[in-house]
């Protein structure tokens, strides 16, 4: 059974960095394409970033664009998102997820079958 945990959440100021971990087991993390997802309150779901299989291929939402970076290591089965000049609009939970189609880097949320349980991220002024 595939289980992805998120870690790496807190509380920062506007303007700092912060790095998100993903780790997964059960499955194969290496085949498949993987993402992050964000929720904040009274809002839909919204994809952040994904990354392919091999890693070679990224996407990110504008809004994250040249801010964030989706890294992986298949080695170690785990994914990354690092943050920098976060703004309180990253305010959210955090959610790794991971793909199941043959799609590089999927963008929407019917396209991954695995989630994690959300990590909290709090962004102040």
């Known amino acids: 059974q595939v289980q992805l945990v998120e870690s790496g959440g807190g509380s920062v100021q506007a303007g700092d960095s912060l790095r998100l971990s993903c780790a997964a087991s059960g499955g194969t993390f290496s085949r498949y394409a993987v993402g992050w997802f964000r929720q904040a309150p009274g809002k839909e779901r919204e994809f952040v970033a994904a990354?392919?299989?091999?890693?070679?291929?990224?996407r990110y939402s504008d809004s994250v664009k040249g801010r964030f970076t989706i890294s992986r290591d298949n080695a170690k089965n785990t994914m990354y998102l690092q943050m920098a000049t976060l703004k309180p609009e990253d305010t959210a939970v955090y959610y790794c997820?991971?793909?199941?189609?043959?799609?590089?880097?999927?963008?929407?949320?019917?396209?991954?079958?695995?989630w994690g349980q959300g990590t909290q991220v709090t962004v102040s002024t």
């Open positions: 990354i392919s299989w091999s890693g070679i291929s990224t």
């Open positions: 997820a991971r793909s199941t189609r043959q799609v590089p880097t999927p963008t929407t949320k019917d396209l991954y079958d695995y």
